[in-house]
């Protein structure tokens, strides 16, 4: 054999060993943890994805996502937790407020970015949002923010009422404060607000007789966790009892709601895949300042105000995002 040739070859192997060294290294696995069901959570899931894939990583080809859902069982995510860091993943994405309070209980070494629509500071997630410290950041949507903009979209669409209600999950940390804000922003306007309290499927339906009891204007619906999994059944439960309710996300307006307004979950989705790809490149969550995500969505279902048989004024209609028709 002449050297040349023998140079060739001898290429050829070594360019082989790497790439079938390179095909053997195991992915990168991420841990995605939730506290409800997968059902429903699709958009925000392609969202996760988006923000992977914009610091190039896709799922199945260069990274693997391990998925934990506690289907609404907040007592399962402990155990969802201890199993993603058995498993050992190299992040972990905890995108409902209750899967963030337990990734942080249980690791202090594994990278974990979280969505919520609480005070993550207030929650004890970060030290400071521009200084997170730890192990842990992610991406704080503008829910808390906007909840009074709720209520004075429910008063534009019930001009001549005065009693309105909230409802709420008393097994959020940050119902309370949701609930004072919306109250002071009642006085403000001169309106009385009556809260009202589940946290289970029948606590939702013994809520919706209760507000029709109460003859009150409209219903503004708490941002949770546990609703999102159930804007389903809000939204037709609100159809059957002829309740106007305004709701946070997108989701329930699609599922026959009536309007929906806040910060984009989706937005927030992918800003938190964004950071998801950025630690698996190697940056640490310390130095990744916790994102606000600031887009804001106005949806209005025109049907649904047909058959609820009230005129969403053109004001609001000029100001939507989106209005399905």
């Given at each position: ?35 409800a ?26 990274v ?169 059944k ?38 938190a ?28 279902n ?5 058959a ?18």
């Amino acid at each position: 054999m002449q050297r040349r040739e023998f140079i060739t070859l001898l290429s050829s192997a070594t360019a082989w060993s790497f790439s079938a060294r390179a095909q053997q290294q195991p992915l990168p696995v991420i841990g995605f943890l939730n506290s409800a069901s997968a059902d429903g959570y699709e958009p925000e899931v392609d969202a996760f994805r988006q923000g992977l894939k914009e610091t190039g990583y896709v799922e199945g080809q260069n990274v693997a996502i391990e998925y934990r859902w506690a289907n609404g069982q907040f007592d399962r995510l402990a155990a969802l937790a201890d199993d993603l860091v058995r498993r050992r993943v190299s992040v972990i994405a905890a995108t409902s407020t209750p899967a963030n309070l337990v990734a942080k209980a249980s690791t202090t070494t594994i990278p974990i970015v979280f969505t919520t629509g609480s005070d993550p500071v207030q929650l004890g997630l970060v030290a400071s949002l521009s200084r997170p410290g730890g192990n842990v950041t992610g991406v704080a949507q503008l829910t808390r923010e906007v909840a009074p903009k709720r209520l004075e979209l429910a008063h534009e669409l019930v001009p001549t009422a005065t009693v309105f209600g909230l409802l709420i999950n008393p097994k959020n940390p940050s119902s309370e404060n949701v609930a004072r804000d919306l109250q002071a922003a009642a006085v403000a306007m001169g309106l009385q607000l009556n809260v009202l309290y589940a946290s289970t499927e029948a606590e939702i339906d013994d809520a919706f007789t209760t507000f029709r009891q109460m003859h009150a204007g409209a219903l503004v619906i708490g941002t949770d966790v546990f609703f999102n999994s159930q804007m389903r059944k809000l939204a037709a439960l609100a159809i059957r009892n002829s309740v106007i309710a305004i709701y946070a996300y997108h989701q329930f307006v699609a599922a026959g709601g009536l309007a929906s307004y806040s910060s984009s979950i989706t937005d927030s989705y992918r800003l938190a895949g964004g950071y998801v790809g950025r630690i698996l490149n190697g940056e640490k969550p310390a130095d990744l300042p916790v994102q606000q995500a600031t887009k804001v969505e106005l949806i209005i279902n025109l049907k649904t105000a047909k058959a609820l048989g009230i005129k969403v004024p053109q004001s609001v209609q000029s100001r939507a995002d989106e209005v399905i028709e």
